[in-house]
């Protein structure tokens, strides 16, 4: 399964996630770079149980690199499949949770998510000298947080089935509580590691998210919330947006509602919408003209219910814009 949307707009741009999947991608270069010392690297940065609870390994580092390795494992990845799974889920879900607690506290939680997953995989493996590497414990805290803030939301999911896309939505509760069962089974299964996969740490992160939440919405605000959400505001809705047609009477024609802001409704753009077929989903582009007003109706040809005699009738999209 393979999210590419959720339906919970953010009322501003996500600046610090954004900036995670930046530095994510920065840190793989540099890593690609190291050539032959590749594994003295990740020996270095990455987390190792045994560097922290077998001496005789202690021994050969300073207290300075036990301490960063302690964040700097979770900027790193073990291959560019796994940078852009774990960069393609925080850009899903990052954004709503970053837009709950502001910019500043958004920054906290995702490295004390991080740092969370880390001590749990820590704790459980402590003799370990396989090195730890990257970004999911820190993402499965701002998953779990997601989990709890946003569980009516619905995930627009891609499943593949014999090379033919399958479209469906999937409410966030059902799609997130099968990913961590999954991450517990997988745990109990092979002990907490398989394939370099750190299982426990995915649940450390998950769970530390949900409780952490509670602990930062208690947290007063700084002053530099306020300025930062608003240097961050949206000028443009998400491009790809969730709608559910509905007829009008015995018409064969069906209507939805598509969000512009009032920037995109001025020079005009370009969304894909999601639409109902059968039990999957089907996608169309839907071209908003420049100039257009609150309440413009577009038409989709041939979009609407279809009678039994073949004919179909169109898709009325109605532009809603935004202040």
Known sequence: MIPLRDTVPARTRPLVTHGIIIINALVFLVQMAQGPHLDRFIFLYGLVPARYFV????????FGEQVFALVSFMFLHGGFWHLLGNMWSLYIFGDNVEDHFGPLRYAAFYLLCGLASGL???????????????????????????????PRSRVLTLIPILFIPYFIEIPAFFFLGIWFILQFLNAAGSGGTAGGVAWWAHIGGFVFGMLALKVFDAVPGTGWTDPLRRMAARTTTDRLQLIRPAGRGDSIDLYATVSVSAHEARLGTRKLVSVPSA???RLLRVVVPPGVRDGTLLRIRGQGNALADGQRGDLFIQVAIEN
């Open 55 to 62: 001496p005789p390994i202690a021994d050969y580092f300073t």
């Open 279 to 281: 039990w999957s989903k």
């Open 120 to 150: 749990a995989h820590l704790l459980i493996h402590r003799t370990s000298g396989v090195p730890t590497i990257g970004a999911s414990g820190a993402i499965a805290g701002v998953m779990g947080a997601y989990f709890i803030l946003f």
